[in-house]
């Protein structure tokens, strides 16, 4: 698959490292695995190869760190590369600012990169973000969580199973 293939329709998800690690690492604490969520992952990958589901660079160099564990990562890295994305919004590094304004944590952390750069990119974009975070009931500026961070800055975010119902996921028409 080629980044040209991939513009075939325009960006609506922006996807967290969360849920690709969760279909990939196939071991008894994920939420999905290719291997059981065969049809999810299919469909999945169908909406990444034509350029509806994309990602910041930063979700690629967090899933780099996964080859390790993860030993088919680095080939799915490489045949995926074209649906991660630069910074080349000013609207992103806009959102950046007022993000890091409220939550500086996403500024001083390397573990928090990753998430600001899904945010950000789906805000600057207007599209939504996919991750397996859940809200909580009391946000905390030390460990926010993506869902939240989205409600208070007006993002649309989802859950995985909340992409799935969006999309009609088992719908004839796409199962």
Request: hydrophobic letters at 40%; glycine letters at 4%.
């Amino acid at each position: 698959m080629n980044r040209q293939t991939s513009l075939l329709e325009k960006p609506r998800y922006c996807i967290d490292t969360n849920v690709i690690v969760s279909f990939m690492k196939k071991t008894e604490n994920e939420f999905y695995g290719s291997d059981v969520f065969k049809p999810q992952w299919e469909f999945l990958e169908d909406l990444i190869a034509r350029g509806i589901i994309i990602a910041p660079k930063q979700v690629e160099i967090e899933l780099l760190a996964w080859c390790d564990v993860i030993p088919e990562m680095a080939v799915w890295l490489k045949q995926h590369k074209y649906m991660f994305v630069d910074v080349e919004e000013d609207e992103q590094l806009v959102s950046a600012k007022r993000i890091l304004k409220e939550y500086s944590i996403y500024g001083t952390t390397k573990n928090y990169l990753g998430d600001l750069a899904v945010i950000t990119l789906a805000d600057s974009m207007k599209i939504t973000v996919i991750s397996l975070e859940s809200e909580t009931q009391t946000p905390s500026k030390r460990r926010p969580k993506i869902p939240n961070i989205c409600k208070e800055f007006d993002i649309d975010a989802v859950s995985f199973s909340g992409f799935l119902r969006r999309e009609k996921f088992g719908s004839k028409s796409n199962s």
